[in-house]
């Protein structure tokens, strides 16, 4: 099987993972979860979002105090903290809490969009256009770019303009996410071929979800087309918060063990990434959800 040299990991945890936990986690817990991501090799990970959306920014009040915390912790490191952003306003929100890197949200979905925010693809990129100006890292994250939780239509077609439309613009990378866990893995290659035949693949990555667990399968699937760029949350926590029964992003954990086993390299020390999913399910009280981590705990529980 060909697959690329090294796995770059995204860690969205503290934005995908939080977003719609049963509780607000105090600030020095997040912190001291997100310092643990750090040390597990971690070179990319996104803090929190920006919105204007209660049901997504509820989390991410303290994102301000955390950033600072993180960006002390990070000095020296190589590391990139990123927001997620969705319109203009946010944008400014994040360069004001000294954000350099963000993550800017356009649903690929008409559907999808208006449900998560009341706001088209068009005007998404209108806004877009504008932060731009901003002198910013910006990355974008086409949601539902896989399927449409909602029956909204997203065609190959329609996902290829987008990307040729925010290409033009700059962004230093797309990322296509499958919200809902709806993609199967022919639906990704047959995607990503023609992306391929269009657009720098090393630009592209993926956000893949576990709902109809199809996640993993679909991340090797990307990988045997050249996208070695995956976004993984530790613990394999997270969902959307306006889609039913929605899950997790697949576990970095998990992403990490497979990759490793099939040769590949990468930046995150995969021993310390399962002991950072166990402390932080302890620390806030959440379930262990991810392979890797389970196996770990009932190992210690059996001893």
Same mark, same amino acid.
């Given at each position: 099987?060909?697959?690329?040299? @090294?796995?770059? $990991?995204?860690?969205?945890?503290?934005?995908?993972?939080?977003?719609?936990?049963?509780?607000?986690?105090?600030?020095?817990?997040?912190?001291?979860?997100?310092?643990?991501?750090?040390?597990?090799?971690?070179?990319?990970?996104?803090?929190?979002? %920006?919105?204007?959306?209660?049901?997504?920014?509820?989390? %991410?009040?303290?994102?301000?105090?955390?950033?600072?915390?993180?960006?002390?912790?990070?000095?020296?490191?190589?590391?990139?903290?990123?927001?997620?952003?969705?319109?203009?306003?946010?944008?400014?929100?994040?360069?004001?809490?000294?954000?350099?890197?963000?993550? %800017?949200? $356009?649903?690929?979905?008409? @559907?999808?969009?208006?449900?998560?925010?009341?706001?088209?693809?068009?005007?998404?990129?209108?806004?877009?256009?504008?932060?731009? /100006?901003?002198?910013?890292?910006?990355?974008?994250?086409? /949601?539902?770019?896989?399927?449409?939780?909602?029956?909204?239509?997203?065609?190959?077609?329609?996902?290829?303009?987008?990307?040729?439309? $925010?290409? /033009?613009?700059?962004?230093?990378?797309?990322?296509?996410?499958?919200? +809902?866990?709806?993609?199967?893995?022919?639906?990704?290659?047959?995607?990503?071929?023609?992306?391929?035949?269009?657009?720098?693949?090393? @630009?592209?990555? $993926?956000?893949?979800?576990?709902?109809? +667990?199809?996640?993993?399968?679909?991340?090797?699937?990307?990988?045997?087309?050249?996208?070695?760029?995956?976004?993984?949350?530790?613990?394999?926590?997270?969902?959307?918060?306006?889609?039913?029964?929605?899950?997790?992003?697949?576990?970095?954990?998990?992403?990490?063990?497979?990759?490793?086993?099939?040769?590949?390299?990468?930046?995150?020390?995969?021993?310390?990434?399962?002991?950072?999913?166990?402390?932080?399910?302890?620390?806030?009280?959440?379930?262990?959800?991810?392979?890797?981590? /389970?196996?770990?705990?009932?190992?210690?529980?059996?001893?």
């Amino acid at each position: 099987m060909k697959l690329p040299e @090294k796995l770059y $990991v995204a860690e969205n945890c503290p934005r995908e993972g939080w977003q719609k936990y049963k509780c607000f986690i105090p600030t020095e817990s997040k912190i001291r979860i997100i310092k643990s991501m750090v040390d597990y090799g971690a070179k990319d990970i996104e803090l929190g979002i %920006f919105s204007a959306s209660p049901k997504l920014n509820w989390q %991410f009040t303290d994102l301000p105090e955390v950033a600072e915390a993180m960006r002390d912790y990070t000095q020296d490191k190589n590391v990139a903290l990123s927001a997620q952003v969705d319109d203009y306003d946010t944008c400014l929100q994040a360069r004001d809490a000294g954000f350099e890197y963000l993550h %800017f949200f $356009v649903s690929a979905s008409e @559907k999808f969009g208006d449900v998560i925010a009341g706001k088209t693809y068009m005007y998404s990129i209108h806004e877009l256009e504008k932060a731009m /100006g901003l002198g910013l890292n910006v990355s974008i994250g086409f /949601g539902a770019a896989l399927g449409c939780p909602f029956g909204g239509e997203v065609t190959d077609e329609h996902v290829l303009e987008l990307i040729r439309i $925010v290409d /033009g613009l700059g962004v230093q990378r797309v990322s296509l996410a499958d919200s +809902g866990g709806l993609c199967a893995p022919a639906h990704l290659y047959d995607l990503l071929i023609k992306v391929g035949e269009h657009y720098d693949i090393n @630009k592209v990555g $993926v956000h893949l979800h576990q709902t109809r +667990g199809m996640g993993l399968a679909n991340a090797v699937t990307a990988l045997q087309l050249g996208v070695n760029h995956i976004d993984g949350a530790l613990g394999a926590m997270g969902g959307c918060p306006f889609i039913p029964g929605a899950k997790g992003n697949i576990a970095t954990e998990d992403l990490v063990n497979m990759c490793v086993s099939m040769g590949m390299k990468c930046d995150i020390d995969l021993d310390k990434a399962i002991d950072a999913s166990l402390t932080m399910c302890e620390l806030i009280d959440a379930p262990i959800i991810s392979s890797m981590a /389970g196996i770990r705990h009932s190992a210690a529980a059996n001893k």
